[in-house]
Antibody, heavy 116, light 112 residues
Framework: VQLVESGGGLIQPGGSLRISCAAS????????MTWVRQAPGKGLEWVSIIYSGGRTYYADSVKGRFTISRDKSTNTLYLQMNSLRGEDTAVYYCARENEGGALDVWGQGAMVTVSS | QSVLTQPPSVSGAPGQRVTISCTGS?????????VHWYQQLPGTAPKLLIS???NRPSGVPDRFSGSKSGTSASLAITGLQAEDEAQYYC????????????FGTGTTVTVL
């Protein structure tokens, strides 16, 4: 059971970036999947969730700018980030939520830096 | 801005017991939502330590224990070891926010 993120990098303010989270050992679409981020030297911040049924929710800080999605054929979770701001600079982790609501499997993280 | 408050730091000598509090409100812990705890070693992803208030996932030493009461929860580490030096976060849900998972502010545990 593993999650591997990719797609992070340096992006200018106002730009867009999509990060990916490839899963192995379980089926993404059968689980609740989340994105959590951590700004440099700061704590964890919940970003978004997609339920197995497809319903999605977002933190107020990213609502309207970020979109969570998944691809059944590649068993991959995505986070599309638009209108990026400096305060979006962070390590982005994908994680699986278990039946009890805890995040029991985490990816290694993808660094996103928003700077000119 | 987190709605779950933790002490910034706690410390103890090897072998001692330390506790970390996680204080919420009636819209999260007090509403009956479960509390989960995570350990984050420097430069690594968080790891699930306690699930559902007081359950240890397989592989987590029994030195770690969790509890919940009212609008607060606690993580206790007994027999503190050097390898326990890390950042610890609580997590729950809040029905006043869109979504929505919430994390605590985080606590640094230092082994003296």
């Amino acid at each position: 059971v593993q999650l591997v993120e990719s797609g992070g990098g340096l992006i200018q303010p106002g730009g867009s970036l999509r990060i990916s989270c490839a899963a192995s050992g379980f089926i993404v679409s059968n689980n609740y999947m989340t994105w959590v981020r951590q700004a440099p030297g700061k704590g964890l911040e919940w970003v978004s969730i997609i339920y197995s049924g497809g319903r999605t929710y977002y933190a107020d800080s990213v609502k309207g700018r970020f979109t969570i999605s998944r691809d059944k054929s590649t068993n991959t979770l995505y986070l599309q980030m638009n209108s990026l701001r400096g305060e979006d600079t962070a390590v982005y982790y994908c994680a699986r939520e278990n039946e009890g609501g805890a995040l029991d499997v985490w990816g290694q993280g993808a660094m996103v830096t928003v700077s000119s | 801005q987190s709605v779950l408050t933790q002490p910034p730091s706690v410390s103890g000598a090897p072998g001692q017991r330390v506790t970390i509090s996680c204080t919420g409100s009636s819209s999260n812990i007090g509403a009956g939502y479960d509390v989960h705890w995570y350990q984050q070693l420097p430069g690594t992803a968080p790891k699930l330590l306690i699930s559902g208030n007081d359950n240890r996932p397989s592989g987590v030493p029994d030195r770690f224990s969790g509890s919940k009461s009212g609008t607060s929860a606690s993580l206790a580490i007994t027999g503190l070891q050097a390898e326990d030096e890390a950042q610890y976060y609580c997590q729950s849900y809040d029905n006043s926010l869109s979504g929505s998972g919430v994390f605590g502010t985080g606590t640094t545990v230092t082994v003296l």
